[in-house]
């Protein structure tokens, strides 16, 4: 079954850490650009960060820059979204995609693989 698959969300206090997985089955990440979205209720879905497939380049949405960290490990067939210092205004259902043609297509929110989300509650 292919299919990307998302882990690691959960309840966190302000200023708090959580590492998101984002795993793929049934294809290898490792001609994909891998992005990481992110929907709170009532708000627009917004990019939060973006891994290129070819050199590792990536990007963050200035609302995040500074505090997360997006990575790749081709071997596990795994991109991972390292957030530090969260703040009660990243609480989000975050999604990943995968695209073969890149961050600048995922970024124009098209992709060929998306994932079922998981929960991000920053709350004390």
């Known amino acids: 079954q292919v299919q990307l698959v998302e882990s690691g969300g959960g309840l966190v206090q302000p200023g708090g850490s959580l590492r998101l997985s984002c795993t793929a089955s049934g294809f290898s990440l490792d001609y994909y650009a891998i992005g990481w979205f992110r929907q709170a209720p009532g708000k627009q879905r917004e990019e939060v960060s973006c891994?290129?497939?070819?050199?590792?380049?990536?990007d963050y949405a200035n609302s995040v820059k500074g505090r997360f960290t997006i990575s790749r490990d081709n071997a596990k067939n795994t991109v991972y979204l390292q957030m530090n210092s969260l703040k009660p205004e990243d609480t989000a259902v975050y999604y990943c995609a995968a695209d073969i043609w890149g961050c600048s297509v995922i970024a124009k929110q098209g992709y060929d693989y998306w994932g079922q989300g998981t929960q991000v509650t920053v709350s004390s």
């Open positions: 891994i290129s497939s070819s050199d590792g380049t990536t």
